[in-house]
C-alpha cells in the first residue's frame, strides 16, 4: 500500500505570508495527487486535482507541484479564510490514501 | 448545483450490519465514479470505497475489505454503503464523494459502532 507522509502536521502563519504543504508518497504516484481543505465541521472541499490543476473556483492564490514522489500545496499570500485544515490525496493504481493533515492558524 | 445527501447513519452494536444512502441531484449521476471516505472523530480522512460508473468495478482498502460493500443504482442517482460485522473503530462520519477526484462531497452521516 502507498503510504503519505504530510508535513508539518501544524503550521502557524500570519496574513500575507506564503505558506507551503507537503506530502511525500512512500512510491512514486506520477501526478496523482489531490490537495483538499476542510474547514472546522465542514465536508471537505477539493482545491488542486492531478498536482496543479486548480479546481473550480478555487483562488489563483492557491497552487500544486510536485511529481513522482514529493508534492506541495504552496498559498501565496495567507487570507484570514484560509484558516482550515489541508490534506493531500493520492489516487494511484486503484487505491487511495490521504496525508495526515496539516492544520493551518492565524498567527 | 451539486448536492450529495447522505443518510443511515445512527448508533449501532458491534457486529450488526447498517447501510448508508447518498441521493445525488445536479449533475449526471451515471457519468461519474463515486465513493465513501469517512473521518473518525477528531482524526484525518480515510478512503472507504470506490466505484465505477457502472457499477462493475469496486475497490476497497484492507481495513474494510470483505466486511463492506458499494453499490449504486443509477437509475434513482443513489449511491450505497452496505457495512457488516461493524466494528468500533468503523466510528466515523462518512461522507459520499463524486467524480475523479473527489471533487464535491456532502456533509457526511454519523455512525456511531457502541454496545
Known amino acids: 500500500d502507498i503510504q503519505m507522509t504530510q508535513s508539518p502536521s501544524f503550521l502557524s502563519a500570519s496574513v500575507g505570508d506564503r505558506v507551503t504543504i507537503n506530502c511525500k508518497a512512500s512510491q512514486n504516484i506520477n501526478k496523482y495527487l489531490d490537495w483538499y481543505q476542510q474547514k472546522l465541521g465542514e465536508a471537505p472541499k477539493l482545491l488542486i486535482y492531478n498536482t496543479n490543476s486548480l479546481h473550480t473556483g478555487i483562488p489563483s492564490r492557491f497552487s500544486g507541484s510536485g511529481s513522482g514522489t514529493d508534492f506541495t500545496l504552496t498559498i501565496s499570500s495567507l487570507q484570514p479564510e484560509d484558516v482550515a485544515t489541508y490534506f493531500c490525496l493520492q489516487h494511484n493504481s486503484g487505491s487511495w490514501t490521504f496525508g495526515g493533515g496539516t492544520k493551518l492558524e492565524l498567527k | 448545483e451539486v448536492q450529495l445527501v447522505e443518510s443511515g447513519g445512527g448508533l449501532v452494536q458491534p457486529g450488526r450490519s447498517l447501510k448508508l444512502s447518498c441521493a445525488a441531484s445536479?449533475?449526471?449521476?451515471?457519468?461519474?465514479?463515486m465513493a465513501w471516505v469517512r473521518q473518525a472523530p477528531k482524526k484525518g480522512l480515510e478512503w472507504v470505497a470506490t466505484i465505477s460508473t457502472s457499477g462493475s468495478r469496486t475497490y476497497y482498502p484492507d481495513s474494510v475489505k470483505g466486511r463492506f460493500t458499494i453499490s449504486r443504482d443509477n437509475a434513482k442517482s443513489s449511491l450505497y454503503l452496505q457495512m457488516n460485522s461493524l466494528k468500533s473503530e468503523d466510528t466515523a462520519t462518512y461522507y459520499c464523494?463524486?467524480?475523479?477526484?473527489?471533487?464535491?462531497w456532502g456533509q457526511g452521516t454519523l455512525v456511531t459502532v457502541s454496545s
Open positions: 445536479g449533475f449526471t449521476f451515471s457519468n461519474y465514479y
Open positions: 464523494g463524486v467524480g475523479l477526484p473527489f471533487a464535491y
